[in-house]
């Protein structure tokens, strides 16, 4: 790894290659195809039989190198005078001059990497002799570092043998290449003052962000590094919207590459999918010095995290970038010199993740898209990151100001498997155990069900390691498990280290818990300032029994020993994540009887977890009170809400029961096509579950409930249609056909497509279906949405299997000739006018369709 600003001498490879490779002979044709090392040595041009340099030209490159890097600084940047640079030129020719003297090969010096060659060749070069000052000594070694990296990449590009063995380094010689000029391009000529502030607050972002909590360790080892920590996600297209178009045609792609194709992103993901996560890794990322990542989107960018829980305050307007860092609580804030967060984004450099639209009240959401609105058209050019649960805005909330949507994807089963290895890995836990929890969760349906994201990969660890071996089975015993995993738990490294404050039993912790999540929850806050905790506390204190403990210490005991509440900046505080949140306020609102006040909720998707846990608290009766008013009266979102209900009640009358399954028949399975979206966006993943399997149902209910969970278009969704594959039905087979592009293509494509009769239609996108549909052995019918090349379509379908093809876009400039490439294609359609010219081209054999205007016009070839 190497630290790309060391290498910054403002010199760009254009103007560095040319020199460096005047150091070396000019090898005839052929002469890189060599089969062993060659001594460096060997191959400069100022020195033996070759020599077409003196020493004299090896001083002029030195100069040339030193003018280049003095020349390209800004106003007050030159750090060295006249005579010192002459100084730094006359070291850095002697050091160049080494190339000829050194014993070290080609291959050699490719594996010690530029950093460790610059070391080896200024070895035997005394800087005493040459009176550099600190400014000439460091422009000295950058320039030679410099220097270094190009020579080495030049060895990697004249040599078959360096590039064939030493593969990594050489990619990574060119990464780096790139990203030198990359930075030199984007990083303007900065003052002292900022180029220092922005070190010191790049090592503030790297410490803040660079390590995560995971679940269930002991307080000494619950920070777990980012870098290990890290699990690449991926982020699709959002599904079709409610008017039936589709947003921007997004592939599959990691998580932390969304910034790559598109400036402004607006990434959608569940609670615990890893938003924040992958909020901290592009931070850090960004803030590096070292870029061997090859995110070239990144380097040289400045990175602002802004949760909005924290910069939003009530009564209080959303800062302006000046105050971003005092916002967030930055400690190094007052050193900022002034105006230097607009320098920044003026320069087009900055990185400005927004985390958590869904954690600030729905009466400021608008100011927040105000917000964002007017800092995207004041600062253009620079990236964004905005993150939100799905249901917390309306789609394309952010359409208009030039934002295209992801959806950060559930883990799938490698991702599962890979985070339980490293989380064991990482509590240093005999690998076994993770095998046997990975067992145990593709075993069994729920477990598999709650595997889906960090956090609950992260609790059902802890609570396999810490159960040896059991784990509960329902949602509700999981966080009841968890729960007693973090408040009742011994921790042996608090007790060696002493704790003096007051110790409270665990009945007495969920109780001051729920009352501050409950509090959140009734007045849609993501996080509560310190006196409002403080005096929930207080108020609850008479009712306890804590030997005249004070607010304030019971306040600091709960923060420090329960695991689930932090204080994210001064004087704010919140839960570690939502979900326990929702658990705990839950258990408060069934105790307190506020069931009216749940189901009053029931069409604001932020309550669903509560309300379907409160019914798993609710005693028989209370139960049966929100199941009645959930359907009362039937909506499609009550109706399924209370169906899903069913299963967390303990005990259901069975008159309750059949009033909730006969309003479910009414909606599920829907009756009609066009009820299925109406309930797919109604309930869910929450309709999975509420959906007939394939067994004892007919063909067209079978289509209908295909159709509904192709709606859904979620991982769950996904994993329910699998049930399908297999299906007689023609109807059934045709809508999984046509549901591939709601989904991540190549495990559809896995899971489903290839399980079905080859003679349906599919849609294509892109180069990259083609080549998922050949790999499954090609497809019969196949319709191409958009342009494409011919060359592509000839290459990629496979020619015996093709008897229908349907083109979208306009003809090609090549005519229709090449259709002859595949001899069984029976019928080729297009959406245009009928063309004579283009019928005639048409192999024999085969029916050309016109599909224009809705009208449709044949001719044979």
Not at 67 to 92: M, Y
Request: proline fraction near 5%.
């Amino acid at each position: 790894m190497v630290d790309v600003t060391a290498l910054g001498a403002r010199v760009a490879s254009s103007a560095v290659t040319p020199l460096v490779r005047r150091l070396f002979v000019r090898d005839g044709p052929g002469a890189g195809l060599v089969d062993r090392p060659v001594r460096i040595s060997a191959l400069v041009s100022f020195r033996g039989e070759k020599r077409t340099v003196t020493p004299k030209d090896v001083e002029k490159i030195a100069g040339e190198l030193v003018r280049r890097a003095l020349s390209a600084a800004g106003p007050g940047e030159e750090p060295v005078d006249a005579a010192e640079a002459a100084a730094v030129k006359d070291a850095l020719a002697r050091t160049l001059a080494r190339l000829g003297e050194i014993t070290v090969e080609d291959y050699e010096a490719v594996g010690l990497g530029p950093e460790r060659f610059a070391r080896e060749l200024s070895a035997g070069v005394p800087l005493a002799p040459y009176g550099l000052g600190e400014g000439g000594t460091l422009l000295y070694e950058r320039l030679l570092r410099t220097a270094s990296l190009h020579i080495l990449n030049f060895l990697t590009q004249r040599s078959t043998y360096v590039a064939r063995r030493q593969t990594d380094q050489t990619q990574q010689l060119a990464r780096l290449v790139r990203a030198v000029d990359v930075l030199l391009e984007r990083l303007p000529s900065q003052s002292a003052e900022d180029a220092g502030f922005e070190e010191r607050y790049a090592d503030h972002i790297a410490a803040r962000y660079g390590s995560l909590t995971i679940y269930g360790l002991d307080a000494g080892t619950r920070e777990w590094p980012l870098d290990t920590a890290y699990l690449s996600l991926e982020a699709t297209r959002p599904r079709a919207g409610r008017d039936g178009r589709r947003g921007p045609e997004y592939g599959a792609v990691a998580a932390e590459q969304v910034l790559a194709g598109h400036d402004q992103v607006f990434l959608r993901g569940v609670a615990g999918s890893g938003k924040t996560t992958l909020v901290q890794w592009l931070a850090v990322t960004a803030a590096s010095r070292v870029y061997d990542h090859g995110l070239s989107h990144l380097i040289g960018r400045v990175p602002f995290v802004l949760p909005m829980r924290r910069i939003v305050r009530p009564g209080a307007e959303l800062p302006f970038p000046g105050d971003f860092l005092r916002a967030v609580g930055c400690p190094v804030a007052g050193e900022q010199p002034p105006g230097w967060v607009e320098r920044v984004l003026r320069a087009r450099r900055g990185v400005l993740l927004v985390d958590g639209i869904d954690e600030i009240a729905g009466d400021r959401r608008a100011a927040a898209r105000r917000w964002l609105r007017e800092l995207v058209r004041a600062f253009p050019g620079n990236l964004w990151l905005v993150t939100s649960r799905p249901s917390a805005v309306p789609e394309e909330w952010l359409a208009a100001e030039g934002f295209g949507e992801l959806v950060l994807a559930p883990m799938g089963r490698e991702g599962v498997a890979t985070f339980v290895r490293r989380w064991h890995r990482a509590a240093e836990v005999d690998p076994s155990v993770g095998e046997s929890l990975l067992t145990s969760v593709r075993a069994t349906s729920e477990l598999n069900g709650l595997a889906t994201n960090p956090l609950m990969c992260g609790m059902l660890c802890a609570l396999h390691r810490d159960r040896r071996g059991f784990l509960p089975q329902d949602r509700r015993s999981l966080y009841e498990a968890a729960l007693t995993m973090l408040l009742e738990r011994r921790d042996r490294e608090r007790e060696l280290h002493g704790f003096d404050g007051v110790r409270l039993p665990y009945a007495t912790q969920v109780q001051l818990l729920q009352k501050l999540a409950w509090w959140l929850i009734r007045n849609s806050r993501a996080e509560m300032d310190r006196d409002e905790a403080l005096a929930i506390v207080g108020r609850a204190l008479p009712a306890l029994s804590l030997d005249g403990a004070g607010e304030e210490e019971v306040y600091r005991a709960l923060l420090l020993r329960s695991g689930l509440l932090r204080e994210p900046a001064e004087d704010r505080v919140d839960f570690l994540h939502r979900t326990f949140q929702d658990y705990l306020g839950a258990r408060l609102a069934v105790q307190e009887m506020d069931f009216d006040l749940l189901v009053n909720h029931a069409d604001t998707d932020e309550w669903e977890d509560v309300i379907l846990l409160a019914l798993a608290h609710a005693r028989p009766r209370e139960a049966e009170h929100m199941l009645r008013r959930l359907t009362e009266p039937a909506t499609p979102r009550g109706t399924l809400l209370a169906a899903a209900g069913l299963r967390y009640a303990a005990e259901v009358a069975p008159e309750t029961r059949r009033r909730v399954e006969e309003g479910l028949a009414a909606h599920v399975p829907p009756a009609t096509f066009e009820a299925t979206q109406e309930v797919a966006r109604a309930g869910g993943d929450l309709v999975l579950g509420l959906l007939p399997g394939p067994d004892d149902i007919d063909d067209g209910t079978a289509a209908l409930v295909v159709e509904t969970a192709a709606g859904v278009g979620s991982e769950a969704a996904l994993q329910f249609l699998t049930r399908f594959r297999d299906h007689p039905g023609s109807n059934v087979q045709l809508f999984l056909a046509a549901s591939w592009n709601r989904f991540d293509r190549e495990q559809y494509a896995r899971d489903i497509l290839a399980h079905l009769p080859r003679q349906h239609t599919v849609d294509v996108h892109t180069v990259d279906d083609l080549r998922t549909l050949r790999a499954l052995g090609g497809w019969e019918k196949i319709l191409v949405h958009g342009a494409y090349r011919v060359e592509d379509l000839v290459e990629l379908i496979v020619r015996e299997r093709l008897t229908h093809l349907l083109l979208e876009a306009p003809h090609p400039v090549e005519g229709l000739t090449w259709l002859s490439a595949f001899p069984r294609l029976e019928t080729v359609s297009v959406f245009s006018e009928p063309d004579e010219a283009w019928a005639r081209q048409i192999p024999p054999g085969v029916r050309l369709q016109y599909l224009a205007h809705s009208s449709s016009v044949d001719h044979q070839g």
